[in-house]
């Protein structure tokens, strides 16, 4: 029963880590039905959630309030576009210059940048 617990949270690991389009639970469920596994959709939430606690993967909410899974660990910013709501990376985010800018009351642990706009492939059909 272990093991397959493990091959269980390593295959939806592979999967996350493979897919680079923030998936909610749902959406990585189809990804996983989609390759060929057959894993319930709350034992993909609860390996999700197991991964987020070990710290392999991060979990974060769009201002909907829907819940997104990130196999990106490091430290970036997340653009959302109203339009098509695809959620792109945002590496090139100096966190240094926000964190001295807070007040020195604050002790930060962790940084979430979520910005929201337009994307370019959104921008460009409008702009037609
Ligand atoms: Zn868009
Ligand atoms: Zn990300």
Request: charged letters at 25%.
């Amino acid at each position: 029963m272990k093991e397959r617990n493990t091959r269980q949270k390593e295959i939806i690991y592979d999967i996350l880590c493979s897919s680079n389009n923030h998936p909610t639970v749902k959406e990585l469920c189809d990804e996983i039905n989609m390759k060929g596994y057959h894993i319930g959709q709350a034992t993909v939430y609860r390996n999700v959630s197991k991964l987020v606690s070990l710290g392999k993967i991060k979990k974060f909410s769009t201002v909907d309030g829907v819940e997104h899974y990130d196999a990106n660990c490091t430290f970036h910013a997340h653009f959302v576009c109203n339009c098509c709501h695809k959620i792109c990376d945002v590496d090139d985010v100096c966190y240094d210059n926000i964190i001295a800018q807070i007040d020195k009351r604050f002790c930060i642990s962790t940084v979430s940048v979520m910005l929201e706009g337009t994307c370019n492939l959104c921008q460009e059909i409008i702009d037609k």
